[in-house]
């Protein structure tokens, strides 16, 4: 070539060409004091994907147990400690941490133009507290397992149960600070480390997303800890504040437990409605309809998220009016998800839609969403909660938001910026087989699950009324779908880094600032620092004539 | 079961048999209904420019509208106004449940891992039975002896957490003559998926019956032996102790009588009446070695005639 002496499209020097975040420097030792937020989420990307993948073997065991009335493959116990683990790797190791740690990390900065987070150390330590959070609960599946549930409720897990919730208990206490620290990093870097000219109404709506899920990340996690320290100390000595025979109350754990983990669902969600905007935004090259209303509604779904957590207690045997409170505040997170849902909606109107695979991801995401939030509705209403209230409706219900939503959005993200992160295109069809399987194995496995819950069946049964086998053995039938379907996506994307074409600097024609640095992305993201004269998602003049 | 655990009313949900589930049944389908509605406003249009906005050339032209505040507006207050009405429809049948009727008949319920009792006015007794009247208001004061448990009658649509420590109420009013079931719906360990019992709902005249005489409508006297074999299903032996010599929880009762176990403590003892009915009474006094002494007492939930019974019952179980 003769230009190589100047610069290339992306303005590019000679010196950087060529080089990036990924062949700086070599070695496991580089990687594992590495401060570049690009490094460290990909590190976040592969834990979070082993903990889905320990959490994935645990919900096929469980579902091939429910495949009979009762005994399958495991015993009672055997199976409690499969559902809890399936429960707490799922939650804390993958969904909490998924979209944020790794995505979030990865493209925070480079989205508002920075050249790492504002605390990259702080950002090491995050990812070390995570990993050692993560060998404590490893530590307590090797030693005995846990029983509890997810949800560790007393006096079970404080006094009853013989299996190791201590261990699991700090672990997830400890991911909890990674999680805080996370989170308060994110809320500095946005708001020190905005490229010139990236005001808050210019930046991509994930980062809006981020920045609402940060705030209950900072707020709402030492609840959490609080909770598993005292949970630690009544078991290990007994100091009665939960336990009924110490004087302790039973039903205050489950008001401080569900203070965090009812935000901690909205920890989920946003980052996966952030994801979503930007998959819908780039696929139909179009401006986010819309913007402050689904910036807005990212915040007010925050600060709404802490006013609602009795609502996991209408029966719990809390007073009646603070039942009927909770219900009516409730219903109030359903206004700013229905206003996102129909801007995302208004994003595709005149747009010019193409389908790719991430696209294919958002639109399952509005599908999925829309189930799972409009069956939220039929928990919160009081009446019809107290028959549907522990029942397989509530395991669809939280599933189809949970999973349907927030884990195909991050798979849709995924998809999004595999080309960006790695420097390499996915094989398309094997995608789109990958995509598909899971899309039908997820609403076979979890639509059918609606039903056996309207018709009266309890969760986490071992054993269950013949009356009800079909039905889990259809479910069980949908869960292997669903897990071909995942492991045909890990190994396309696997196989991308082998054999995949080099990726281009923007193969969607993105509008965001990610997309104006090489893929990969040089070590400290542009080479001068960008200069944004443009609204969030808005194409220069000549691109949209 | 010789019975239909969960009779199915609809698709959806299991038949209504208690005055409450109709009301219930109601706001449910309003919100289905409303659901589906929804449900479809988003996804036709979603569905339409999927259709109508396929990218057919790279250089489409896109719409530049980016917000519109009139529809913004609509589609915040609609849906706000339908939610604030949902709130009101669970509210008003779920007071209903909350209030039971002053004439309630009040059954005292116990919930430990892992069985129901039911205790009546009149100091009768029931193990993972709850028999009922048809066509008058029950109220349960229920507690917990061990951790959280849950109430729950799928066909009576009522729920509500059994805690130590304190009490919670719930109530209903039967109105099918016919048995269903209820479940331990709060996790509550190993055994949680097996904490089931069985409603019996009965004429007032028949359940007046049963608690005078401890007959069930339709039954005569049995002999001791018949006896004991019924209520080692209806007195839920039968969740520990196996007829076939496989093990379970406890020991297996095929061949007991006249067997001799090891205690935990390194003696041993003889089967014979008098083990039988301490074992009843005094569970843990001499617990056959390797099994766990989980044995609840069943001192005050069965008369003499009952461990007579059973005792005669076992003797036959070879």
């Not at chain 1, 290339?8 to 401060?35: C, F, I, M």
């Not at chain 1, 919900?59 to 429960?87: C, P, W």
């Not at chain 1, 920890?267 to 930007?278: D, K, R, S």
């Not at chain 2, 007195?235 to 090891?262: A, M, Y």
């Amino acid at each position: 070539m003769a230009n190589t002496a100047t610069v290339d499209e992306l303005g590019h020097s000679p010196e950087v060409r060529g080089k990036n975040y990924l062949n700086q420097t070599a070695g496991v030792w580089s990687w594992l004091t590495t401060v570049d937020h690009k490094r460290i989420g990909i590190m976040y990307l592969v834990s979070v994907l082993v903990g889905f993948g320990l959490g994935g073997i645990f919900a096929l065991l469980v579902r091939l147990e429910l495949l009979t009335a009762k005994k399958t493959i495991m015993d009672a116990s055997q199976y409690n400690q499969a559902f809890t683990l399936h429960g707490a790797a799922m939650v804390f190791l993958f969904i909490i941490p998924s979209i944020p740690a790794s995505l979030g990390n990865f493209f925070l900065p480079l989205m508002i133009g920075a050249k790492d987070v504002a605390f990259p150390r702080l950002n090491l330590l995050s990812l070390y507290l995570y990993w050692i959070g993560a060998i404590f609960m490893l530590a307590a599946i090797v030693t005995g397992g846990v029983d509890t549930g997810w949800t560790f409720y007393v006096p079970y897990a404080s006094g009853v149960s013989t299996t190791s919730v201590i261990s699991a208990t700090f672990g997830v206490f400890v991911m909890g600070f990674s999680s805080i620290l996370t989170g308060l990093n994110f809320i500095v870097t946005l708001h020190k480390l905005r490229a010139p000219g990236m005001s808050w109404y210019r930046m991509p709506l994930f980062l809006w997303s981020l920045y609402a899920t940060s705030i209950i990340q900072v707020l709402a996690t030492p609840v959490l800890g609080i909770t598993l320290l005292l949970l630690i100390f009544e078991r290990a000595f007994h100091i009665g504040i939960f336990d009924p025979t110490l004087g302790g109350d039973p039903v205050l754990f489950q008001h401080f437990f569900w203070f965090y983990s009812h935000p901690a669902v909205y920890i989920m969600i946003l980052p996966g409605m952030g994801v979503a905007t930007e998959i819908l935004a780039t696929n139909a090259r179009r401006r986010v309809f819309g913007y402050k209303a689904i910036a807005f509604s990212s915040v007010a779904i925050a600060l709404v998220s802490f006013l609602v957590w009795g609502h996991h207690m209408f029966v719990s045997g809390q007073s009646e009016l603070s039942s009927a409170i909770f219900s009516f505040l409730t219903f109030f997170v359903a206004i700013p998800s229905g206003v996102k849902m129909f801007n995302w909606l208004g994003t595709l109107w005149g747009g010019s839609i193409r389908f790719t695979v991430p696209m294919l991801y958002g639109i399952a995401f509005l599908f999925l969403f829309a189930i799972g939030g409009l069956t939220g509705l039929f928990l919160g209403m009081l009446s019809v909660d107290l028959h549907l209230h522990d029942t397989y409706f509530v395991v669809a219900h939280f599933h189809y938001v949970m999973m349907g939503s927030t884990a195909i959005a991050f798979f849709g993200g995924l998809h999004h910026w595999w080309p960006k992160m790695t420097g390499k295109m996915y094989d398309e069809k094997l995608a789109r087989v990958g995509f598909a399987l899971t899309f039908i194995g997820f609403n076979w496995t979890f639509f059918t699950q609606f039903i056996l819950g309207t018709r009266g069946m309890p969760r986490r049964y071992y054993n269950y009324l013949d009356q009800f086998q079909p039905l889990h053995a259809f479910s069980t039938y949908g869960s292997w779908v669903l897990g071909t379907g995942f492991l045909i996506t890990f190994i396309c994307l696997a196989r991308s880094l082998k054999t995949g074409a080099p990726a281009p600097a923007d193969p969607w024609g993105g509008a965001t600032l990610e997309w104006k640095t090489a893929s990969p992305p040089i070590t400290e993201n542009f080479e001068k620092a960008p200069i944004v004269t443009l609204d969030a998602y808005e194409r220069p003049a000549e691109e949209t004539a | 079961m010789t019975f239909d655990p969960i009779d199915l009313g609809s698709f959806w949900m299991p038949k209504q048999s208690s005055t409450i589930a109709q009301e219930i049944d109601t706001a449910y389908y309003i919100v289905y209904w409303l659901d589906v509605v929804m449900f479809f406003a988003l996804m036709v249009p979603l569905a339409w420019f999927m259709y109508r906005y396929k990218r057919r050339t790279a250089k489409d032209k896109v719409s530049d509208i980016t917000h519109s505040t009139t529809l913004e507006i609509t589609w915040t207050i609609i849906p706000s106004i339908l939610v604030i009405g949902l709130f009101f429809v669970g509210l008003s049948g779920w007071m209903k449940a909350m209030v039971a009727p002053g004439n309630a008949l009040e059954i005292r319920t116990t919930a430990e891992m892992y069985m129901w009792t039911f205790t009546y006015p009149n100091g009768n007794v029931s193990v993972n039975e709850l028999v009922v009247p048809k066509g008058q208001p029950v109220k349960l004061i229920m507690s917990s002896k061990d951790v959280l448990h849950s109430f729950f009658v799928p066909e009576f649509r009522v729920k509500q957490d059994v805690v130590p420590g304190t009490y919670t109420t719930v109530w209903f009013e039967a109105t099918e003559n016919r048995d269903t079931i209820l479940f331990c719906t709060e996790y509550c360990g190993v055994g949680h998926s097996d904490m089931l019992a069985k409603v019996r709902v009965m004429d007032k005249a028949d359940y007046d019956n049963w608690q005078e005489t401890g007959l069930m409508p339709g039954e005569k006297p049995l002999p001791p032996a018949e006896l004991g074999k019924k209520l080692y299903a209806t007195r839920s032996c039968n969740t520990c102790h196996s007829l076939d010599g496989s093990r379970i929880q406890g020991p297996t009762f095929k061949g007991v009588f006249g067997r001799t176990e090891q205690i935990a403590d390194g003696s041993s003892v003889k089967v014979d009446e008098n083990y039988i009915r301490e074992s009843l009474l005094e569970p843990n006094k001499k617990v056959v070695s390797g099994y766990p002494a989980v044995m609840p007492t069943y001192k005050g939930l069965l008369k003499e005639t009952d461990i007579d019974a059973l005792i005669a019952y076992l003797k036959t179980v070879q």
